[in-house]
């Protein structure tokens, strides 16, 4: 009986703990792009419905790269168009390696996959949809050798009713 109480327990805890790993997390999504190409006017949407205007969160940006990528950094440009049409402009510089060509990233197999801070400490000023469109902003037309782009979105922990 005890055994068995025992395994339940912890089958109990450890059921909690994942759960609880990724409570933090409010919105994830990738989307792939044409690895051989990514055009400059291929866009990626990403929508959020938001219904709490208390909670404070972190805006991060998720890329895997080839190692085969030919730049140490790429850049994206980011529109958040607002519940009430408004429309935020934003460019990120991910930096992907350092000035010799090692990675910064997680490296696994071919890909590398690295995270970047958007925005911290955000608010959303109203609820509704959220609409972020983002695309490359290298100078080439087409950039090869990216295989995804997410948007993640984290609870900081505190809400903003408390301050």
């Given at each position: 009986?005890?055994?068995?109480?025992?395994?339940?327990?912890?089958?109990?805890?450890?059921?909690?703990?994942?759960?609880?790993?990724?409570?933090?997390?409010?919105?994830?999504?990738?989307?792939?792009?044409?690895?051989?190409?990514?055009?400059?006017?291929?866009?990626?949407?990403?929508?959020?419905?938001?219904?709490?205007?208390?909670?404070?969160?972190?805006?991060?940006?998720?890329?895997?790269?080839?190692?085969?990528?030919?730049?140490a950094?790429?850049?994206f440009?980011?529109?958040?168009?607002?519940?009430?049409?408004?429309?935020?402009?934003?460019?990120?510089?991910?930096?992907?390696?350092?000035?010799?060509?090692?990675?910064?990233?997680?490296?696994?197999?071919?890909?590398?996959?690295?995270?970047?801070?958007?925005?911290?400490?955000?608010?959303?000023?109203?609820?509704?949809?959220?609409?972020?469109?983002?695309?490359?902003?290298?100078?080439?037309?087409?950039?090869?050798?990216?295989?995804?782009v997410?948007?993640?979105?984290?609870?900081?922990?505190?809400s903003?009713?408390?301050?």
């Amino acid at each position: 009986m005890n055994r068995k109480f025992g395994l339940a327990l912890m089958a109990a805890c450890l059921a909690w703990l994942w759960q609880s790993c990724d409570s933090k997390v409010y919105y994830t999504a990738e989307r792939d792009v044409d690895e051989s190409g990514w055009n400059m006017n291929d866009r990626l949407n990403f929508d959020v419905d938001v219904e709490d205007t208390l909670q404070i969160f972190d805006f991060y940006i998720d890329v895997r790269n080839s190692v085969q990528y030919p730049k140490a950094n790429t850049f994206f440009f980011i529109n958040t168009t607002f519940p009430d049409g408004s429309v935020a402009y934003d460019t990120l510089e991910c930096p992907l390696a350092d000035v010799e060509g090692h990675w910064y990233g997680k490296r696994t197999g071919r890909y590398v996959d690295s995270r970047f801070v958007f925005r911290r400490h955000v608010i959303f000023p109203r609820s509704g949809r959220y609409h972020f469109e983002l695309w490359h902003g290298m100078r080439d037309t087409n950039v090869t050798g990216l295989k995804s782009v997410g948007l993640r979105i984290e609870k900081f922990g505190t809400s903003a009713a408390g301050k």
